[in-house]
């Protein structure tokens, strides 16, 4: 299980310099190759390399940071190709999927560089790193992170770590390769609905109630309403500094749901179901003012942050088709359109039940959770002699 864990490089002036420099360096050369593969139609990793691995060293590049400038190259035009592909970048013809493919693959200034451990050397015990430059090794640079991070870095830290500057402050960012725990049997399951009202609703009871993050997000959009109609250089500034505040909060508040819910599962001993939520955005039917809600809340990471911490704790987790939980029953088992009243009450017109919508929703979850792990695992009826 790939995790990441990332600590803040505190470099004097001296080694804050050379980090600088090195990034401004490595991000023109990988647009030098960008450019160099555009005109070419795009040659494969080898073949670039042959194209350009020499100017590279020229440019004072050493022999690794020379090969990993050129897989980001290959890499940015890969993840290119995948954004095409799943229409992200709009339909064939469209103005904007015209403007990517009309042109290079760009990197800014301070984009991430990836090291490996022939540029970059970690000491745990002294909280330092030594990381290679185009100024030469710089040695000695602190770091700071929590205990937490510190721990996840010494025991399972493998791989390439990124080097990225935001703000003019340096990080990286490590790979941790952890192995995730043995999975036990389930004693039934935990169903958890997700929306837009309420974040997250599970069968337990547990609900993460939307009313506060959606004012939170009103505000937010108002404030940067004001600010785009500025349109000056400070404006711009302080529009990206709150985009990265309001992710930072959205990602909190997930960390803070996922391991909820993770925990109670792990505490009884049960599994999680969860709706299967890929396509939501293009599934779901809503007014205008709603749209806003639902693109503005990060519903991939909440499912990937419940997922990893799931697998971390050895919880038996399941996807389940999420069709037709919110009109069903989960006394009875009636499906009907009407049974929903309004987004916050269902009422059977089978069996006459009332409940809390997302709750009887995350029942059903719950149900179709236990069918689907009954379903995929193995048998334990004793083989025939």
């Known amino acids: 299980m790939k995790l990441v864990a990332q600590v803040k490089l505190v470099p004097d002036a001296v080694q804050a310099s050379a980090l600088e420099r090195t990034l401004t360096t490595v991000n023109g050369a990988a647009n030098w190759v960008s450019a160099v593969a555009f005109e070419r139609g795009l040659p494969r990793e080898y073949e670039l390399r042959t194209h350009t691995y020499a100017e590279l060293k020229a440019r004072g590049l050493g022999a690794q940071a020379a090969q990993h ?3 980001k190259v290959r890499d940015g035009y890969t993840t290119l190709k995948a954004n095409i592909r799943a229409g ?14 009309s042109k ?4 800014r200034p301070d984009a991430a560089q990836p090291y490996d451990d022939r540029c970059l050397s970690w000491q745990y015990d002294q909280q330092t790193v030594s990381i290679w430059t185009v100024d030469g090794r710089v040695r000695n640079v602190p770091f700071v992170c929590s205990a937490d991070a510190l721990k996840l870095l010494k025991a399972h830290r493998q791989g390439e770590s990124d080097l990225i500057a935001r703000d003019g402050v340096f990080y990286l960012v ?3 390769d952890v192995v995730a725990a043995e999975r036990y049997e389930p004693d039934g399951f935990i169903g958890v609905d ?6 997250a609703t599970a069968s337990t009871g547990y609900l993460a109630a ?14 940067r309403a004001k600010l785009q109609k500025k349109r000056t250089k400070s404006a711009k500034r302080r529009l990206r500094a709150r985009a990265r505040k309001e992710a930072r909060h959205a990602a909190n508040q997930n960390h803070i749901i996922s391991k909820t819910i993770v925990t109670e599962a792990e505490r009884t001993g049960r599994g999680l179901a969860l709706e299967e939520l890929k396509g939501i955005r293009n599934r779901v039917r809503l ?9 503005s809340w990060a519903f991939a990471q909440l499912g990937g942050f419940i997922v990893y911490k799931a697998e971390r704790a050895g919880v038996p987790l399941v996807f389940v088709d999420p069709a037709y939980t919110s009109q069903t029953c989960a006394e009875c088992g009636h499906v009907d359109k009407r049974n929903r009243v309004d987004p916050g009450l269902f009422i059977c017109r089978g069996c006459g039940v009332v409940a809390h919508a997302d709750r009887n929703a995350s029942h059903n979850i719950a149900t179709r959770g236990e069918s689907v792990w009954n379903a995929g695992r193995e048998s334990r009826v004793p083989a025939t002699p």
């Open 210 to 223: 939307g009313r506060g993050l959606n004012r939170y997000r009103k505000r937010q959009l108002a404030l």
């Open 287 to 295: 007014r205008k003012p709603q749209r806003v809600a639902l693109h």
């Open 174 to 176: 490590a790979t941790c």
């Open 104 to 107: 290079p693959v760009a990197f």
């Open 88 to 101: 992200n970048l709009g339909r064939e013809g469209s103005g904007r999927r015209r403007k990517a493919e």
């Open 194 to 199: 997700l929306g837009i009202a309420n974040i």
């Open 69 to 71: 400038v050129i897989k």
